[in-house]
Every structure is written in C-alpha cells, then in structure tokens.
C-alpha cells in the first residue's frame, strides 16, 4: 500500500470524524430553536455540555495532517482561501463562547470568568458582545437584562 493512500485514508477518517461530531452539535442547535421551554433548552445544550469544544480538535488535526502529508496542496488550498478559514475559524470562536454564554447566562461569577478569559486571549470588547447577543438570541430578555448587569459591574 502506497504512503499517499494511507495519508489520504487518515485525512478522510479526520475529516468524517469531525463531520459526524460537530454536526451534531448543529442538530442540537437546531433542535434549541424548537424548544417549547427554558429547561428543555438547557437539556439540549447539556447533551453536548461536555464534548462540543472537542470536535475542533479534528478539524484542527485535519490540518496539520494536510500539513504533514501534502505540504504542495496545504499551501495552495489555505492561500487560496486564507480569508475563508479565518471566517469560519472565527464563526466557531463565536460559536464556542456563545454556547458557553447561553449555558452559564444565570451564573455571574462564570460569564464575568468566562468574558475575563476572553479578554486575556485578545478578544476585544465587541467580539465579546457579538457573542453574547448570539446567546442572547436563544436566552431572551432576561439574559439581556442579566449580560448588561454582569458587563457594569
């Protein structure tokens, strides 16, 4: 067997493995939208509480495995699209950190821990507040009301 097929073999095992993970957590996300109340809302995102973060970890792998076993296509394909993968890169930012802000919305020393880190790893004050409109979207006014207390103080 040919060293390119079994990269090539590996990076479609990354690739579905990513696929069928995070896109679970896109179903659950849809699924949230179709909630009828507040706790089965909280019973989805609970579902992928533990895992959701992860699934990145395949995507990321997926592109060092590029990396390493085609470094002629890695090249061309991410100068190609450099600015679509730092859009989508930043989608899933957002995503993370409005997942974790709707999650922890009634808990203030998490969202004031949670909106502290981010801001130690460069976010800058709107980025922050985009993701959490994101999670105010799901939550409603009352984690509006609650964002714009934690934000003050």
Same mark, same amino acid.
């Given at each position: 067997?040919?060293?390119?097929?079994?990269?090539?073999?590996?990076?479609?095992?990354?690739?579905?493995?990513?696929?069928?993970?995070?896109?679970?957590?896109?179903?659950?996300?849809?699924?949230?939208?179709?909630?009828?109340?507040?706790?089965?809302?909280?019973?989805?995102?609970?579902?992928?509480?533990?895992?959701?973060?992860?699934?990145?970890?395949?995507?990321? /792998?997926?592109?060092?495995?590029?990396?390493?076993?085609?470094?002629?296509?890695?090249?061309?394909?991410?100068?190609?699209?450099?600015?679509?993968?730092?859009?989508?890169?930043?989608?899933?930012?957002?995503?993370?950190?409005?997942?974790?802000?709707?999650?922890?919305?009634?808990?203030?020393?998490?969202?004031?821990?949670?909106?502290?880190?981010?801001?130690?790893?460069?976010?800058?004050?709107?980025?922050?507040?985009?993701?959490?409109?994101?999670?105010?979207?799901?939550?409603?006014?009352?984690?509006?009301?609650?964002?714009?207390? /934690?934000?003050?103080?």
């Amino acid at each position: 067997m040919d060293l390119n097929l079994i990269w090539f073999g590996l990076l479609g095992v990354l690739l579905a493995g990513y696929a069928m993970l995070d896109g679970f957590d896109f179903g659950v996300g849809m699924l949230h939208l179709l909630a009828r109340g507040d706790g089965q809302r909280r019973a989805f995102i609970e579902t992928i509480g533990p895992l959701w973060d992860g699934n990145e970890v395949w995507l990321v /792998t997926f592109g060092g495995a590029l990396f390493a076993a085609f470094p002629e296509a890695y090249a061309t394909i991410f100068s190609g699209f450099y600015i679509v993968f730092m859009l989508v890169l930043l989608a899933l930012i957002a995503r993370a950190v409005a997942i974790a802000l709707s999650v922890l919305a009634r808990c203030e020393p998490c969202v004031k821990s949670h909106v502290k880190k981010a801001r130690e790893e460069g976010f800058s004050q709107a980025e922050i507040d985009e993701a959490a409109w994101m999670a105010i979207s799901f939550g409603g006014s009352p984690t509006m009301m609650f964002y714009n207390e /934690t934000k003050k103080g």
